[in-house]
């Protein structure tokens, strides 16, 4: 049988003993009351939110790194993420890099985190978990040989 749409369907559906089966179905009624929060693909408004939202936090997140509040900087890129994980929403280009992938710290280039050019890869080290992300570069070209 079909999904129950309304409330008869749903009593119909539940059948048993007619006062029992009112029960059952005003349970269902509320456990569906509940389950009302969509699944599956995000309509374009949801996503535009979200996305907003991110930057928004992403921007609270280097206001508390620069005065310090590591821990704070760290809950708010945590949200972010979060966010961007139920939306199906990448960060936004620039902020890509300042999350650690592995810990989800808020990184700060010479504060809890190095950055180290090796030839052809740059290297950063999240300083708090030590996790690592490398980088291709481009190579510098090979110097032009003079004419002979
Ligand atoms: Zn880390």
Known sequence: MARPSSRIDCIEYCAPAPEQSISIATDIMERMGERRQRRGRRTREMAAIASERMAILMQLAAESARTGDTELADRYGGLARA????????????????????????????????????????VRTCLKCGKTRRRLTRRASPPLSRPS
């Open 83 to 122: 966010l961007g994980m139920r939306y199906n929403i990448r960060l936004p280009p620039g902020m890509r890099g300042r999350l650690c992938r592995s810990c989800g710290a808020y990184l700060v280039p010479g504060r809890n985190m190095r950055v180290r050019l090796r030839p052809g890869r740059t």
